[in-house]
């Protein structure tokens, strides 16, 4: 119903920031709620933040005061600002799309993130 393209990621340093986009494209109105999930080698994936259609937030506990998921009005783009980044906040980065009425969901194909001095 939707499809999503991340972009954003790179090579950061520790104490650095970043800012991931998510664009949006699609039968929007059919969307619940937008997720960032990321995945390391080795590890399971795992949910970053999450804002539902009405503008909730939700954070891991291993990311609050440090990152922040916020829209356009339009819902067009998700982003996920992240400051104040560490080592372990290195993996492969989702942008997630949860559909009304319990019908699925979609993935964007990821972009990586490294954090490392």
């Known amino acids: 119903q939707v499809q999503l393209m991340e972009s954003g990621g790179g090579l950061v340093q520790p104490g650095g920031s970043l800012r991931l986009s998510c664009a949006v494209s699609g039968s929007i109105f059919s969307i619940a709620a937008m997720g960032w999930y990321r995945q390391a080698p080795g590890k399971q994936r795992e949910l970053v933040a999450t804002?539902?259609?009405?503008?909730?937030?939700n954070y891991a506990d291993s990311v609050k005061g440090r990152f922040t998921i916020s829209r356009t009005n339009a819902k067009t783009t998700v982003y996920l600002q992240m400051n104040s980044l560490k080592p372990e906040d290195t993996a492969a980065y989702y942008c997630n799309a949860v559909y009304r009425g319990g019908n699925g969901n979609t993935w964007g194909q990821g972009t990586q993130v490294t954090v490392s001095s």
């Open positions: 804002i539902t259609s009405g503008g909730i937030t």
